[in-house]
C-alpha cells in the first residue's frame, strides 16, 4: 500500500521568505502523480501545484515549486516570497497511474506566516 | 463556473441519530468522491462513483454508512446512526473522468456527534 509521510507537523516563516515543507511517500509503482494542496481554514482544499512521476523536471505555479526525488521518493515543496495568504494545512498527496484514483493523503503541515 | 457545492457546511447532532450530507460536483464531472478527514489527519477515501455506479466503495462502513448518486449527477452521503467517532469533516469532489488526476474539492461538512 501506498503511504505518505510529512514530518514537519508545523512551520513557521516570515513574510516575504521562502519556506520549504517536506513530504516523502513509498511506493512500488513507477508511474504515478504527486499533489501539494492548500486547505485554509474554510476548508476547501486547492489544489497548488502537481508533479507527474514520469517527468523529470520540476513542476512551477508562479512562487511554488517542487523538488521531486524520485530514487529518493522525495517530495518537498518550497514557496518563495512567502504571503499572509499562503497560511492553511498543506497536504502531500500521491495517486497511482494504474486505475486506482484514490488520493493518499499526509498528515499534512500547518504554515504560519509572521509578518 | 460554480466549484463543487455541500451542504450543509455545519452540523451538530446526538449519538444514535441519522444525519445525511448532500454534494452537487462541477457541470459535467461524471466521476465523484466521498472524503473523510478526521482532526489532524488527511483526507480519506469513502467511496468514488462513476456516473451512478459505485466503483469503489471498499472504505464505506457499510453497516451504518450509506451513499447514492441515482442521476450520476449530485450525491447524498447518509450516516445511521451516528456514533461519536464518525465527528469529522465530509469532503465532497469531482473530476472529468476516471483517470483525471484533478480532483476539485468541495468546502466540506463538519459534523460533530455529541
Known amino acids: 500500500a501506498q503511504t505518505v509521510t510529512q514530518s514537519q507537523p508545523e512551520m513557521s516563516v516570515q513574510e516575504a521568505e521562502t519556506v520549504t515543507l517536506s513530504c516523502t511517500y513509498d511506493t512500488s509503482e513507477s508511474d504515478y502523480y504527486l499533489f501539494w494542496y492548500k486547505q485554509p481554514p474554510s476548508r476547501q482544499m486547492i489544489l497548488v501545484i502537481r508533479q507527474e512521476a514520469y517527468k523529470q523536471q520540476n513542476a512551477t505555479e508562479n512562487r511554488f515549486s517542487v523538488n521531486f526525488q524520485k530514487a529518493a521518493k522525495s517530495f518537498s515543496l518550497k514557496i518563495s516570497d512567502s504571503q499572509l495568504g499562503d497560511a492553511a494545512m498543506y497536504f502531500c498527496a500521491y495517486i497511482s497511474n494504474f486505475g486506482n484514483e484514490k488520493l493518499t493523503f499526509g498528515t499534512g503541515t500547518r504554515l504560519t506566516i509572521i509578518p | 463556473e460554480a466549484g463543487v457545492v455541500q451542504s450543509p457546511r455545519y452540523k451538530i447532532i446526538e449519538k444514535k441519530q441519522p444525519v445525511a450530507f448532500w454534494c452537487n460536483p462541477i457541470?459535467?464531472?461524471?466521476?465523484l468522491y466521498w472524503y473523510r478527514q478526521n482532526l489532524g489527519q488527511g483526507p480519506e477515501l469513502l467511496i468514488r462513483y462513476e456516473n451512478e455506479e459505485a466503483v469503489d466503495d471498499s472504505q464505506l462502513p457499510k453497516d451504518r454508512f450509506s451513499a447514492e448518486r441515482l442521476k450520476g449527477v449530485d450525491s447524498t452521503l447518509k450516516i445511521q446512526p451516528a456514533e461519536l467517532g464518525d465527528s469529522a469533516v465530509y469532503l465532497c469532489?469531482?473530476?472529468?473522468?476516471?483517470?483525471?488526476?484533478?480532483?476539485?474539492f468541495g468546502p466540506g461538512t463538519r459534523l460533530t456527534v455529541t
Open positions: 457541470s459535467g464531472h461524471n466521476t
Open positions: 469532489a469531482s473530476s472529468w473522468a476516471i483517470n483525471s488526476y484533478e480532483q476539485y
